[in-house]
């Protein structure tokens, strides 16, 4: 449980690195939140208290987009959409939703969520170096 609620915190870190225009910074941030159907509810609702925790409250000072897949091969649709509503930063609570959010972004933050092995998956190119600036991805391991 503790691992999620540390995720909440981490994800609204990255919020505060992200180089925003003005217009942006004045507006409620805007999160995407990718998981499978089938996914624990209780991540989810660990996640949520710990933004609560740290004085986030939904719809008032940051708002999140909710989307799931049921087959890897949605999860590029579902990216997409949360990109075309143009989300400050995208948590990828699974693999296939990592790598859908990695190949359809590069400027766009993505925090990867129970993925066991970024390195391997091709995500990143080490946990050291993710190839990428430190500011634009994070990766977190459970």
């Known amino acids: 449980m503790a691992f999620w609620k540390r995720m909440g915190t981490i994800a609204l870190a990255m919020f505060a690195a992200l180089n925003v225009s003005d217009a942006i910074a004045q507006t409620i941030p805007l999160m995407g939140y990718v998981a499978a159907k089938n996914a624990n509810p209780k991540r ?4 949520k208290q710990g933004l609560t925790e740290l004085g986030y409250v939904e719809g008032k000072s940051i708002r999140i987009e909710y989307r799931e897949a049921v087959l890897d091969a949605e999860y590029h649709g579902v990216v ?5 509503r143009n989300v400050n930063i995208i948590l990828a609570a699974n693999v296939a939703a990592a790598v859908a959010a ?3 972004t590069k400027t766009i933050p993505v925090v990867l969520l129970a993925v066991n092995d970024p390195v ?3 995500l990143v190119k080490s946990l050291e170096r993710p190839g990428t600036s430190p500011e634009r991805r994070c990766t977190l391991l459970n």
Do not use: N, P, Q, R
């Open 44 to 47: 989810l609702e660990v996640f």
């Open 80 to 84: 997409a959409d949360l990109i075309s």
């Open 102 to 104: 990695a190949k359809a």
């Open 120 to 122: 391997g998956t091709g």
